[in-house]
């Protein structure tokens, strides 16, 4: 039978319940244990596809596409899924499916839809039963789909919320059906440590508690954010105003890495609580154990830091990028080598040029992906650049293409060239829609979306990168380099090192005569920290071997 890990947020949203469930994930992990993982989020989005990253963060893709059918002839493909399903995939090194992300937009569309098809005839649709039973059966499908040992499920959002109502009452009931040791309850909250007293405060806390208490539920755990680790006097005051004991009042401080958090929570007995909450061995596989241990010293101990600059249009937010900035500190980890990454508002370029020279100072430059308008000629600005002066460049998705398009007005002399996404008039669209996304109207869960297979060409980067002429990898986008304009490119160092096994559509380019790579897909996506991605293993080698190979030349310049 399932067991269930539920995982709530108090206080504020953004405190890192994501890192929280998948370390939890981990802890069970560590033991044997067979784990899944699911996000709850409340907004009225069918997923998160159409969201603005500045103001949702990352939309994460899963390998698989998903046919969300709330009634008989009515589908809807969903890959596209919420930030924290990375984190769960780089913890727990599986592949999440995009069925175990509910939103509130699926729940309400799937009602409305039923109701109109007739199968509430005769009766009332409300909140209670109908909105928490659709939960709870969405629940229950997920643990059924790969029946894990645990199941552990993040509520999005904070107590309190009108959104997150009717999950937290499906949770009530969920825990009132089910027998006492196949669920826990784990609170996360925000306990800030006030310097100018010198103390940290669990009024907000209490308070949070107190809202969850009001409905129906007690927390067995309860976990602290701070960025000191808790003292042993402000975990016995939540215990006592919080009604847990004093072993289930956990820390969560700020970590030099946040893969450090499962062994944090290790030494504090948490797997060992939870194992006991839930009637479950306690048999620690000190080999899993260990090995983590170890990929962890290898984040925090570091022999040398090379700086990245990241060159895009959502710099506001850095979790916009979250899965980059991590693949890029896994690869940076295999090398004992700490990335710090420099984020750059593309815009800037555009209302200053001669800023554009900033970019010299990096190791390499990453070009991230996007959409629309805003932002863009500084991002082709900073390709640009980097041709001209054969600096370590990646490109992904939107970043692949706006590389080509420099390329072209670089080497081509097209000075018009662009989009049709940015410009669509261009007198040169070197890069357009895909044929099959001419037709598309709808704009949700319609772009290329999940893993494809790639047909990789020998004696190129990312060959060197792979190793392999088949590989698979994530897409998320509509538009695409145009192949013609690829071939008169290829006349002047430009070189197509892969295709889509399926459209034939380029999958990636590179330049002949630098360390210059765009790859249309999103490893990042499938990166971990025991296993980093390809391509961005081969990029910041690439950066060490080309630093290593300046300091000797000075040398002997010197």
């Known amino acids: ?30 033991r044997g244990y067979s784990v899944d993982a699911m996000k ?22 899963c390998e698989e596409i998903w046919k969300f059918q709330p009634v008989p002839g009515q589908a809807f493909n969903i890959a596209e899924v919420d ?22 937009g699926q729940i309400y569309l799937s009602i409305v ?16 039963p109908h909105v928490t039973n659709e939960i709870k059966k969405r629940i229950i499908d997920a643990s059924r789909r790969r029946n894990p040992d645990i199941l552990v499920v993040e509520v999005g959002g904070t107590v309190g919320d009108i959104e997150t ?51 129906g539920l007690q927390p067995d755990i ?85 700086d990245i600059a990241m060159v895009g249009k959502y710099c ?26 420099n984020f750059i508002e593309s815009e800037e370029f555009e209302n200053n040029p001669e800023k554009l020279s900033i970019l010299s100072s990096y190791d390499g430059i990453l070009l991230t992906p996007g959409f629309g308008v805003r932002g863009v000629e500084g991002m082709i600005m900073s390709a640009q650049y980097a041709l001209k002066n054969k600096i370590p460049l990646l490109g992904i998705c939107f970043g692949a293409q706006l590389l080509f398009i420099a390329f072209t007005r670089e080497f081509l002399g097209l000075r018009d060239a662009n989009s049709t996404e940015v410009k669509p008039d261009a007198a040169h669209p070197v890069v357009d829609l895909l044929e099959e996304q001419k037709k598309t109207q709808a704009l949700g869960g319609t772009m290329k979306l999940g893993s494809r297979r790639i047909i990789v ?44 096994a399926e459209d034939n559509s380029i999958c990636s380019i590179e330049i002949r005569d630098a360390w210059i790579v765009g790859v249309q897909f999103h490893p990042e996506f499938k990166s971990r920290p025991n296993k980093p991605s390809p391509i961005y293993l081969e990029f910041i080698r690439h950066i060490l071997e080309d630093r290593k190979k300046k300091q000797i030349k000075n040398i002997y310049d010197l």
């Open 113 to 128: 839809l039923k109701e109109r098809f007739g199968e509430y005839l005769g009766k009332t649709v409300q909140v209670i």
């Open 40 to 61: 709850i989020d409340p907004y009225l989005n069918v997923d998160p596809g159409t969201l603005n990253p500045i103001e949702h963060g990352e939309v994460f893709v």
């Open 316 to 341: 506001k937010i850095t979790d916009s990028y979250i899965s980059i900035n991590e693949a890029l500190k896994h690869a940076g980890g295999y090398f004992n080598t700490k990335v710090r990454l």
């Open 222 to 306: 309860i976990i602290g954010r701070s960025d000191k680790p808790l003292p042993e006097d402000v975990k016995e005051k939540v215990s006592l105003f919080c009604n847990v004991p004093k072993n289930a009042v956990i820390s969560d401080p700020d970590l030099e890495t946040i893969y450090d958090l499962p062994l944090i929570f290790e030494e504090q007995g948490l797997g060992e609580l939870l194992c006991q909450l839930l009637g479950l061995n306690n048999l620690i596989k000190h080999d899993i154990v260990n090995e983590w241990k170890i990929l962890v010293e290898r984040f925090k101990n570091t022999r040398d830091v090379i």
């Open 457 to 500: 060409k020998k004696d190129t980067k990312l060959y060197k990168a792979y190793n392999s002429t088949e590989i698979i990898e994530r897409f998320r986008h509509r538009y695409n380099i145009v192949p013609h304009y690829a071939s008169i490119a290829e006349e002047k160092g430009l070189v197509v090192s892969s295709y889509d």
């Open 1 to 30: 039978m399932v067991k269930y890990v539920f995982i709530t947020g108090g206080v504020l949203s953004g405190i890192g319940k994501g890192v929280v469930t998948a370390s939890i994930g981990k802890l069970f992990q560590f």
């Open 165 to 215: 109502m009717p999950y937290l009452e499906a949770i009530r009931q969920l825990r009132l059906e089910y027998p006492r040791d196949q669920t826990v309850l784990v609170h996360v909250t925000l306990i800030p440590y006030l310097g100018t007293v010198g103390q940290h405060k669990t009024k907000p806390t209490q308070h949070s508690v107190k809202v969850l208490q009001s409905m």
């Open 83 to 104: 930030q924290d399903f990375g984190t769960y995939e780089r913890f727990l090194d599986v592949y999440m499916h995009p069925q175990n992300n509910i939103t509130s």
